[in-house]
Structure formats: C-alpha cells, structure tokens
C-alpha cells in the first residue's frame, strides 16, 4: 500500500500509542479514536513531533457508549473514501461490575460490542481500502466461556477475569468470522496475543485479581515489545492468507479449543448484530 489510512482505537497509552507512532513513522495517515480529547491532542501532537508525519488525527469516541461509536464512524465515513487498516486495540478489565448508559456490561461493551459496531459501520470504506482489519484479543481467552444467556452477569457472581476472558474469547470469533464473511471482498482479519505487557492495564484490580497482576510482573514486557505482533500485522507482505488466524510474537499461534467453537462464533455474531441494531 503505497499510501495507508489506518484507525486505531486506544492509541492514547500503552501498546496502542507505540503502535500509532510507529505506523506514522511508516508513512500511514493515523487516526486516534479517543475517549479524552485533551489526552487524545497532547498524544497526537507528541506523534507528530517524533514522527515527522503530520497526518496524525483525532476523533472522540467512547466505546462504552455505541451512540458515541456511531458518531465516531459517521465522522471517518465523512472524511475518508476508504480505510486500509482499522486496529480494535482499546480494551480494559474492571475489578467491579459496570453497566453502561446503553445497559451493557461494561467488559463486553469496550472490549467487544463497540469494536463490533465500529466496524460494520465502517464497512464500505474497509471493502474499499482492502483493508485488514486487526483485533487485539488476549492469552486471557483461555479464560474465557461464552455466557450468551448471561452477557451481563446477572444470573452469575463477576468475576474481572472471566468477564475480560470472555471479552478476549469473543474478539477471537470476531476475527474469524471477518474473514469468513468478507475476505470474498478482500478484507483480512488477525487476532492477536500482544504479550503481558508493563501499563497501566488492570490498575484497578484488588484482592486476588491485584496478586496475578503483581506475580505476572517480573515477566512483563514493554509496551513497545507488546506493539510489535500488532505492527507486523499492519504492514506485513503477503499475509492475507493468513486471515482469521490467530497470533502470538508475529506468528500463527493455537487458541483454546473453545475458541474453534464454530457455533459459539455464529451466535456471537448474531446476538451482537441484534444489539447494534438500534444503533445502526
């Protein structure tokens, strides 16, 4: 791709800043969604510095929110006839159970639902730009059962790690079925293992969730090691037959055997495009 449009969900910190400067230092046009404006501008101007490459821009978008993540993709579909590469990076895991304004766990919804809406709203410009489009899902997924009866945890005691477990579990049959259902219009799609990664991340855990996180340190990477699978995937040569793998340190990497659950994969898909409905 000699000219490269590519848009990136939390580019604001950790492994999504450093993916976004090293994609500006390739040359891409970058575009920031962020939940903070005044955060999102600092970064961008600090893109720009480092780079060299003015082309670096921010949009407001919240992913908890779909009515913000359908407003973020109006605004791209006003300014962009295509996309060549859209990066779902942002994710988070909460220690106590969230609901949305649009009643939505809040694990779920910015982990999947909003990366789910933003993409099929963005649809036409990625068919355009043959666009691969990039999930960054998680070791995590192991953890991870779908509870499709039970998205919001009613019915289940929360659990910050079986919540972010499924939410990872649920980017990987996102993947897989991008690929099945568009790579006959061109389009590719990779989920990917970034590594345990030293950031902010999981800041707000306690308890025995807290004590993972502190034995996992030792063996942490830097945010810039963790960017490393998710750059490859945005500039790699022929990768494209690859698509609806999964990835682990720039190569093809086993999933749980949940994760092949061809079923699962299909009610993912259609129970999360009955609940982007009414904001389609």
């Not at 359908?70 to 605004?75: K, L, N, S």
Request: some cysteine; aromatic content about 8%; proline content about 2%.
């Amino acid at each position: 791709m000699a000219f490269t449009t590519t848009v990136i969900t939390g580019g604001t910190s950790g492994i999504g800043k450093e993916t976004a400067l090293a994609l500006a230092k390739k040359g891409h046009a970058v575009y920031l969604l962020v939940r903070n404006m005044e955060k999102g501008e600092q970064v961008r101007q600090q893109i720009i510095t480092h780079s060299k490459n003015n082309s670096v821009y921010i949009v407001h978008c919240d992913l908890s929110d779909m009515e913000s993540v359908r407003t973020a993709a109006d605004t791209l579909r006003n300014s962009l006839m295509a996309i060549n590469v859209l990066i779902n990076n942002a994710g988070g895991i909460f220690a106590q159970k969230e609901i949305t304004k649009d009643g939505l766990e809040m694990t779920f919804a910015v982990n999947h639902l909003g990366h789910f809406l933003l993409t099929n709203a963005l649809m036409t410009q990625l068919e355009r730009g043959q666009a691969r489009i990039i999930n960054v899902s998680s070791e995590g997924h192991r953890l991870g059962k779908p509870r499709f009866n039970d998205i919001n945890w009613e019915h289940t005691p929360y659990s910050a790690m079986k919540a972010y477990g499924m939410a990872k579990l649920f980017n990987i049959y996102f993947t897989r079925s991008l690929a099945t259902k568009f790579g006959p219009k061109g389009i590719s799609s990779f989920a990917l293992h970034p590594g345990v990664v030293s950031t902010e991340f999981g800041a707000g855990l306690t308890g025995f969730n807290k004590t993972l996180m502190w034995l996992a340190s030792p063996f942490m990477i830097t945010a810039e090691e963790g960017a490393k699978t998710t750059i490859y995937l945005a500039t790699a040569q022929r990768i494209d037959a690859k698509s609806g793998k999964y990835f682990k340190k720039q190569e093809v990497a086993a999933t749980s055997a949940t994760a092949a659950d061809e079923k699962a994969r299909q009610t993912l898909w259609e129970l999360s495009t009955e609940m982007i409905e009414p904001f389609s």
